[in-house]
């Protein structure tokens, strides 16, 4: 079995993008995520929200580096939890082929890394895991830093969409005995603000092909925590929870996201989130910015882009009250 996790960092909700997995009638969905690199992976690593994991969420300088004891932290990793004929693979640019290991989890376990050269080798990683047989068990994560690089200028956007796109059609969709799992981590930093406006703050995009199960992954909504579960449900071959990539979307299902702008406050998280899906493409958010106490609810369309102010909504902020969020953001608990 093969697990292939593939990070396209920063990359927004591009038209480009989607209508690439679209023309291959490959999956394409919203994906509700943190706001930041590290808020995002500790999520899709342990399937837990950033105040779960740690009072105060998790801090842009980082949080898991600064840990005197992570011996309970890293237990909570998938890496961690994969059994032990399962081979490890990380792979990014010089700056990042570490970052897993140095800013969200130690893995207590043989692990092998592999850099590439910006521009030369990116895609030779991808050839060199689908040559590896069958029968043996690879977990594949891929950092893939091309838009984060460019995302502060804009200046350089087309050559790191291009490969993006490039990467995506030289990847073999039909592999047997694997799960695909392309996603981006948040949008375009600078865009997210203290209340986690839409859609940078939270709302990215995601492609998952299950040939493990053979099953059509049709949701049009999959959730950043939604990773952790569905691939244990795969790795020991039974269903060990229902927070599945293919189990049903439940429309009371509240989502919730955090993020922590390093000039707020370096160490913790500022910002929470409660968010419902409306409608397919129409989501209500609640945030709420501890720093100055401000909370504001919205609606968001992904078509048009529209953010309306609304009502509060009391199921979203009770949701939030009664969790381990209240108690931090809200000085409730
Ligand atoms: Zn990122």
Redesign the pocket.
């Known amino acids: 079995m093969k697990i292939y996790c593939i990070?396209f960092?920063?990359c927004p909700r591009l038209k480009e993008i989607e209508n690439c997995f679209k023309d291959k009638d490959l999956h394409y969905a919203d994906y509700i995520t943190n706001s930041?690199?590290t808020t995002?992976l500790v999520s899709l690593f342990t399937g837990k929200t950033p105040s779960e994991m740690h009072r105060g969420g998790i801090g842009y300088h980082g949080t898991y580096k600064y840990f005197v004891d992570k011996e309970n932290w890293n237990a909570k990793f998938l890496f961690n939890k994969l059994p032990e004929d399962w081979n490890i693979h990380l792979h990014g640019d010089k700056d990042n082929y570490k970052f897993v290991t140095e800013e969200c989890c130690g893995i207590d376990r043989e692990y092998s890394s592999y850099i590439y050269d910006v521009g030369v080798n990116e895609n030779e990683f991808l050839q060199q895991m689908r040559d590896l047989p069958h029968d043996q068990n690879h977990f594949i994560f891929i950092k893939y830093n091309h838009y984060?690089d460019v995302a502060a200028t804009g200046s350089g956007h087309d050559t790191a969409v291009k490969f993006f796109i490039d990467t995506i059609n030289s990847i073999d969709f039909t592999e047997e005995n694997s799960m695909f799992w392309l996603f981006s981590?948040?949008g375009i930093p600078h865009k997210v603000d203290h209340l986690m406006s839409p859609p940078d703050a939270w709302l990215s995009w995601v492609s998952v092909t299950d040939n493990i199960t053979n099953e059509d992954v049709d949701k049009d909504l999959i959730y950043v925590c939604d990773f952790h579960d569905t691939v244990l449900n795969r790795v020991l071959g039974t269903e060990l929870s229902s927070v599945d990539v293919l189990s049903p979307l439940d429309p009371n299902q509240i989502y919730v996201v955090e993020d922590g702008r390093a000039s707020a406050d370096i160490n913790y998280c500022t910002t929470v989130s409660a968010i419902t899906q409306i409608s397919c493409g129409v989501f209500k958010q609640f945030s709420h910015y501890r720093l100055s106490n401000q909370s504001r609810t919205v609606l968001y369309e992904t078509g048009t882009g529209n953010m309306m102010q609304v009502e509060e909504d009391t199921k979203l902020i009770d949701h939030l009250k009664n969790g381990v969020w209240g108690d931090w953001y809200m000085g409730i608990g």
């Open positions: 990070l960092d920063t930041f690199t995002s984060h981590d948040h």
